[in-house]
């Protein structure tokens, strides 16, 4: 028989699930709202910054209530990053179909990963972290992925595990956690990173300052690619 605990830990991670399900819907309400071109990026600061105050502050304000609120707080900058990363894509798949040549193609298959590493890590530099200018944002999500190489391999891997066995075995569910669950897994490594670029015990003390649940966690101040 399951102790106490051990229902307790069982809910806990049933309300995680929902939780990432939610917010999955969430994004895809909020970028379709946008016709895409315009809703992708809100959309994806307001999941990084929700899942970057629950992983690292464990902040777990209503989703719906504090989505809509993060979806506008820098609706113009993370519009811009979205159209870079949506415009460099559309250059580099380009490339890749209609490059003359092996190695031509090889070089933007290279590029595409690049890519999709700055995507993955972004938008919690945009949340995150201090830096001021799209550029070094850009450069921050880049040495994020590749100084954390290992655990972006690592994620990548489970996520597409994760969404093989959905495609093969529960269709449905891919739609529900489609998102949810890279954004998930960046959510896990950029923890371990924020944290120890951040000063010791400084979300604690953020907890224990913070008047509500609406608190901002603490902002790493080290350069993350200055």
Do not use: D, M
């Given at each position: 028989m399951f102790s106490?605990?051990?229902?307790?830990?069982?809910?806990?991670?049933?309300?995680s699930v929902y939780r990432v399900a939610f917010l999955n819907l969430l994004w895809l309400v909020?970028?379709?709202?946008?016709?895409?071109?315009?809703?992708v990026g809100p959309a994806s600061y307001a999941l990084a910054k929700y899942l970057d105050r629950w992983l690292r502050a464990g902040e777990t304000p209503?989703?719906?209530?504090?989505?809509?609120?993060?979806?506008?707080?820098q609706a113009g900058?993370?519009?811009?990053?979205?159209?870079?990363?949506?415009?460099?894509?559309?250059?580099?798949v380009t490339n890749v179909f209609l490059a003359s040549t092996w190695?031509?193609?090889?070089?933007?298959?290279?590029?595409?990963?690049?890519?999709?590493?700055?995507t993955a890590y972004v938008y919690p530099v945009l949340v995150a972290t201090d830096l001021t200018t799209i550029p070094r944002q850009l450069g921050g999500a880049l040495l994020?992925?590749?100084?954390?190489?290992?655990?972006?391999?690592?994620?990548?891997?489970l996520v597409g595990a994760a969404w093989w066995l959905l495609w093969q075995f529960a269709l449905p569910l891919l739609v529900l956690f489609g998102v949810g669950i890279p954004a998930f897994a960046v959510g896990l490594v950029t923890?371990?990173?924020f944290r120890g670029l951040a000063p010791d015990d400084a979300l604690d003390e953020e907890a224990d300052d913070a008047p509500d649940e609406e608190a901002e966690p603490a902002v790493p101040r080290t350069a993350v690619a200055r």
């Open positions: 106490f605990e051990g229902f307790v830990r069982i809910n806990t991670f049933l309300t909020t970028t379709v709202g946008g016709l895409v071109v315009v809703g209503p989703p719906a209530r504090v989505f809509w609120k993060y979806a506008r707080e900058r993370s519009i811009l990053v979205s159209w870079i990363l949506l415009a460099a894509g559309a250059v580099i190695y031509l193609q090889i070089l933007n298959v290279g590029a595409l990963v690049v890519l999709a590493i700055t994020i992925g590749f100084g954390s190489l290992h655990w972006t391999v690592l994620g990548a891997t923890r371990a990173v």
